[in-house]
């Protein structure tokens, strides 16, 4: 069951809207809520063309829709006028505007104009874009309008909307006529000459077109006219002769022509014998491949992914040969045994066939339903086929995937393994920190005893104080050179492609500590300082650094001889 929407379309009345509705005019009426079922039970007792004529108050932003009691006629329309895309709206309160009217028909469809009414403008004239949306405009008839839920009678009024007989819809539809049939014009076939009365002209011109292959056709259907009304007397005679001699000289041309598609035909079968036998030698080699691939000496030095893809194909190309018995040979014991006898057997299938195919050609026996099977059955095979090889080449594509999967597995094992040497150096990079600040102490302490030594006791103490102090600074000197080294390290290490110096300091300042870097020619200097950690290399009018730790104490060298192991 439906009833009309605000855009005039059909939606679905289901019992739950009804009931709904049902609540809000009992709350309006003042009814008890206990009065709802009985209510709701009379409504679906009512008729389907009842609850198809419930129509609902329309709300828009200017004005309110009230729709008419359900016992009021709806009045009488005009007759459709061919094409009308018009609708007359009379009945308009006297304060409507024109922006007011285009809110309330844009619901129904496309406006493409609106033009008011001259004297009291209590009617106006709608135009749509289409023929089809003046049937929703139709619904609305019998609504009454209230501008801002007034009552007052400048503000209301009762809308009747009608089809409107405009010199614009006539125009239109009349042009959309005369296109239509200019079309079918067009498109009509035209009607064939008939033949009329002979002439002595007009059998000059057909004896000219006799003799030309082109107009051949038309020419001789106006001989077979004249010749089966009786148009031979004595005086035509020999013009009629003339005529008859043409067209039996055509006879050596249409033979001449069927000798030419004969041996057009006769090539086209040996270019395909001759592409079949390259079919075979080809499909062969490829099994060669297959077979040569699965020795041990080769299949051992190939990967897990890449003997399951091996593998893969030469199943894929198996069913492939399966599937075309006609054209490859079964592959049993050696290739190349088999490609000569099935080369012979193919061979001689071909000359047979030739002969039979000719002899058919000779005698024209061949039934129109055979051929028509035939074609469908080679356009069924070749749909077949051509559905395999995609879904093959789909399989193929899932190998593929599979074999990346594979390699990035083995790219985050080899990252783990990365991770793990860069913790290690990083434990010798504190090693050597330790054995730097070891040796400064025993450089102070030497230092100290020649002091003693040369200048007294006096002059040990300030050089003692002085030392200290040196040292000190050396030392958070150095460590913050080590700390600084271990953290362009480990983020050199993450980028074997290198980067830049302008790069390197921006990842510096990500880093709060207070040191002695606080330009970009700070950590060059720094970087330079350290040639067997940090190299530095141009490529592309760029400068970019790179870390040569595992490369500087031999560690590729020993990594890829374990590998080897």
Request: proline share 4%; charged share 25%.
């Amino acid at each position: 069951m439906t009833m009309p929407s605000i855009t005039g379309s059909t939606s679905d009345f289901s019992k739950i809207d009804f009931m709904a509705n049902f609540n809000e005019a009992a709350v309006a009426a003042g009814l008890p809520p206990g009065c709802m079922e009985t209510l709701t039970q009379f409504a679906f007792a009512a008729p389907i063309s009842a609850v198809r004529d419930y129509k609902q108050i329309i709300q828009l932003q200017s004005c309110f829709l009230y729709p008419p009691p359900p016992t009021t006629q709806p009045r009488a329309t005009r007759e459709r006028p061919p094409g009308c895309k018009t609708a007359f709206v009379g009945g308009l309160p006297e304060n409507i505007t024109e922006p007011m009217i285009l809110e309330i028909f844009s619901k129904c469809g496309e406006v493409e104009s609106i033009r008011m009414g001259t004297g009291k403008k209590n009617f106006c004239h709608v135009r749509f874009r289409s023929v089809e949306m003046i049937d929703n405009a139709l619904l609305l008839s019998g609504y009454r309008i209230k501008i801002a839920n007034q009552s007052e009678p400048e503000n209301t009024g009762r809308m009747h909307v009608d089809f409107a007989d405009a010199r614009n819809d006539q125009y239109d539809w009349q042009m959309i006529q005369r296109s239509k049939r200019a079309m079918e014009d067009a498109l009509r076939p035209p009607s064939p000459v008939r033949p009329g009365s002979y002439t002595d002209h007009e059998g000059a011109e057909v004896l000219e077109k006799l003799k030309s292959e082109d107009s051949f056709a038309v020419a001789v259907e106006y001989l077979i006219h004249w010749l089966d009304k009786g148009e031979v007397d004595h005086l035509t005679g020999g013009k009629f002769y003339s005529m008859i001699q043409t067209a039996f000289a055509q006879t050596k041309h249409i033979v001449d022509a069927k000798e030419e598609l004969c041996r057009e035909l006769e090539e086209i079968k040996q270019k395909f014998s001759m592409r079949q036998t390259w079919f075979q030698e080809q499909m062969v080699n490829i099994h060669k491949v297959f077979a040569a691939a699965l020795h041990k000496r080769c299949w051992d030095h190939f990967t897990k992914a890449q003997r399951k893809s091996i593998q893969t194909w030469k199943d894929n190309f198996q069913q492939i040969k399966e599937s075309l018995p006609e054209y490859v040979p079964s592959v049993v014991g050696q290739p190349d045994d088999i490609n000569l006898l099935d080369m012979d057997v193919q061979d001689s299938d071909t000359d047979e066939m030739e002969e039979i195919s000719s002899k058919r050609y000779k005698t024209e026996e061949v039934s129109t339903v055979e051929i028509n099977d035939k074609v469908i059955d080679n356009k069924n095979t070749a749909e077949y086929r051509a559905l395999k090889s995609h879904n093959e080449e789909l399989q193929i594509l899932v190998e593929a995937m599979k074999n990346e999967i594979d390699l990035i597995r083995v790219d985050r094992a080899s990252l783990d393994g990365k991770k793990s040497e860069i913790q290690s150096l990083q434990k010798t990079i504190r090693g050597l920190q330790t054995q730097l600040l070891n040796l400064q102490r025993e450089k102070s302490q030497l230092i100290k005893k020649q002091v003693v030594n040369e200048n007294g006791d006096n002059e040990i103490n300030e050089d003692e104080k002085s030392i200290n102090e040196s040292s000190t600074n050396n030392l958070k000197s150095n460590q913050s050179q080590m700390l600084w080294v271990c953290i362009l390290a480990k983020y050199l290490s993450v980028h074997p492609m290198g980067v830049t110096i302008d790069n390197l300091w921006q990842y510096t300042r990500c880093f709060n500590i207070n040191d002695s870097i606080s330009s970009i020619d700070d950590l060059d200097k720094l970087l330079s300082d350290f040639p067997l950690i940090f190299s530095q290399r141009t490529a592309t009018s760029e400068t970019l650094w790179n870390f040569i730790g595992f490369s500087s104490v031999g560690f590729e060298e020993s990594s890829s001889n374990d590998e080897t192991s």
